[in-house]
């Protein structure tokens, strides 16, 4: 089992800037994939970044140029700077990771899903 644990979410004025970050605890699971997802109220959850293992990154479009997806593979620890924030950036955001489990009866990937830390921006 893998366990995410997001913290530095919180409230903040439009223009300013937040770091969020994700630590992925779990012995003897291979941590690949890394992301962060949002949700605001009343809409479905959305990709907002990702980052893979080897540091290749994605972003949806309506964040590129102002939030950065960073990664330390020894501390299994992703991080997500945001700046210029937007009320419209207010959700609940999500930490992801994809893992990979292998034993006896072979290797198998597996989805993982933290508790949400709420970002609000006013105007």
């Known amino acids: 089992q893998v366990q995410l644990v997001e913290s530095g979410g919180g409230f903040v004025q439009a223009g300013g800037s937040l770091r969020l970050s994700c630590a992925a605890s779990?012995?003897?699971?291979?941590?690949?994939?890394m992301g962060w997802y949002r949700q605001a109220p009343g809409q479905q959850r959305n990709l907002v970044a990702h980052?893979?293992?080897?540091?290749?990154?994605n972003y949806a479009g309506s964040v590129k140029g102002r939030f950065a997806i960073s990664r330390d593979n020894a501390k299994n620890t992703v991080y997500l700077q945001m700046n210029s924030l937007k009320p419209e950036d207010t959700a609940v955001y999500y930490c992801n990771a994809n893992a990979n489990y292998c034993s006896d009866t072979g290797c198998h990937d597996y989805n993982y899903w933290g508790r949400g830390t709420q970002v609000t921006v006013s105007s």
């Open positions: 980052i893979t293992s080897g540091g290749s990154t």
């Open positions: 779990g012995s003897a699971f291979t941590i690949n994939a």
